[in-house]
């Protein structure tokens, strides 16, 4: 079993920049699928990105493509999430996901994962 701890979460104006990390306590290299999800009061669950650790492919949700990019680093057991241009539409708790041995990565649909971060708080002021 893995424990997965994220930060980097704040508050920030709309069009400003943050990182996301999320640190792992075993080692997640090679065979895991990764991803961010995010959840605003009153919303779904959303993913947002996912990565295959071993490859390294990626995808990113469409409303996101272009702001955001995920990434990993296997020497540190830690999954990144680096956000641009943000908007209030962005603001929502931030979790992240890890799945050993998937079936199909990356994948955004959230019943993919087993093991989930408690979350880190994302607002984003206009």
């Known amino acids: 079993q893995v424990q997965l701890v994220e930060s980097g979460g704040g508050s920030v104006q709309a069009g400003g920049s943050m990182r996301l990390s999320c640190v792992a306590s075993a080692s997640t290299y090679p065979g895991y699928c990764m991803a961010w999800f995010r959840q605003a009061p009153g919303k779904e669950r959303e993913g947002v990105a996912s990565i295959y650790v071993e490859s390294g492919s990626t995808v990113h949700a469409d409303s996101v493509k272009g702001r955001f990019t995920i990434s990993h680093d296997n020497a540190v057991n830690t999954l990144y999430l680096q956000m641009h241009s943000l908007k209030p539409e962005d603001t929502a708790m931030y979790y992240c996901?890890?799945?050993?041995?998937?079936?199909?990565?990356?994948?955004?649909?959230?019943?993919?994962?087993?093991?989930w971060g408690q979350g880190t708080q994302v607002t984003v002021s206009s």
């Open positions: 996901a890890a799945r050993p041995n998937p079936w199909t990565c990356p994948v955004l649909a959230g019943t993919s994962f087993d093991y």
